[in-house]
């Protein structure tokens, strides 16, 4: 491998040839050689957002020449297009300030925008700090750039996620809505309702669970920069801040705000936590949606087995013919590690001394896996699982009518106790609960089917 020789301000670093990152980038990915988890892309591309936002609020303000806004502008886009992926390398297990990654960012712009002046034969040079840096501080643009990625995910890929597996369950909802089946609470049988009613709870979930999320996320939009080192907002100009945030959401389309307390913004992560915590509610709901899926499919002979749902693959190595609810799984595996995610973003936040929180990478690392994981699950989950579900009709009417707990129809005619005696009776001699109820002499065959009516025993203005 060839090296060139970088500099910074502890010396001399050999740097591959063929890498647009600098001395500091080469010195974080020799002295952190933790772990495999990179620090993610969603991040690298917000913070170079930020940094064409910067360069070109700082030309604004008169102390960025043309020639260097406009290179560095051409240097983010091309960043941005995902010419330059290769060359991100720095772990999430760096200093707790993404110093770091901000400094990767800061080299890899440089280098490229000053190939660029060169090609314009421009005698100007840019420097990763002076210019790219220019105004900022890793402390107030690392807490940015975790915002900016942060929304934008939440926005691009998790909403349209939720949408696709709410659509689907609507669809479910409105076809099974006059199919009536056997309800259940503690896992015992109760009263009837539909299986489009049932459903409809699912799709409620998921409704409810997008505009906690979205209401959180607004918090997100609130943006660090302009706080530099501590938050006083040294070197740089009063109206930086603000002049970055119109620039961002001019490049984004996502209404950000320079925040009205930096202080407060270098060192709490509260608006990360308050955001997962609505994840982790859409996590609650999907492993109860995933669980209640496999346990209706269960079967197809010895388990409840009133849904089916498609058979993706072949679900045994040694028992031939065995399908198995395979995205059920994949989905309650991933609610498993979004509340794994919650506890560390929650410690991490806690972890906030004077000035700075400095756990910020293990922060933006959790929440952007929560986010990516739930979306991606749920796509593959309405996909390859809920588009296919279809009710087992014969079955759905089977436990309808073997159930004992129709016997509740009868609470305004007979009482409570009496009922429980019919119900009682029916379960003790294994007999239907039409043939109890007539043998305790309650109830004649007439009135039974007056009274005992599943459909009347379902509201379908509810769901």
Known sequence: MQFRIEKDTLGEMKVPVDKYWGAQTQRSKENFKIGSEKMPMEVIRAFVQLKKAAAVANHNLGKLSDAKKQAIVEACDEVLEGRFDDHFPLVVWQTGSGTQSNMNVNEVIAR?????LQKNESKEHIHPNDDINMSQSSNDTFPTAMHIAAYSVIQEKLIPAINKLTDTFLQKENEFMDIIKIGRTHLQDATPLTLGQEISGWRAML????????????????????????????????TFGEKVAQELKNLTGFPFRSSNNKFHALTSHDEIVHVHGALKALAADVMKIANDVRWLASGPRSGIGEISIPA??????????????????????????????????????????????????????????SVNLLADSLISFNTNCAVGIEPNKEVIEENVNRSLMLV???????????????????????????????KT???????YHQWIDPKKMVNLKNG
């Open 312 to 369: 993706n693959e072949p679900g045994s190595s040694i028992m031939p013919g065995k399908v198995n609810p395979t995205q059920s799984e994949a989905l309650t595996m991933v609610a498993t590690q979004v509340f794994g995610n919650d506890a560390t973003i929650g410690f991490a936040a806690s972890q906030g001394n004077f000035e700075l929180n400095v756990f910020k990478p293990v922060i933006i690392y959790n929440f952007l896996q």
């Open 112 to 116: 490229r925008a000053n190939e660029i």
């Open 441 to 447: 002499g309650y109830v004649t065959e007439e009135q």
């Open 207 to 238: 409704e409810k669970s997008k505009k906690m999320i979205h209401e959180s996320a607004e918090h997100l939009l609130n943006l660090a920069i302009g706080g530099t080192a501590v938050g006083t907002g040294i070197n740089a100009d009063p």
């Open 408 to 438: 509740t129809a009868l609470n305004p005619y007979i009482g409570y106790e009496k009922a429980a005696e019919i119900a009682k009776l029916a379960f003790k001699e294994g007999s239907t609960l039409k043939e109890a109820a007539i």
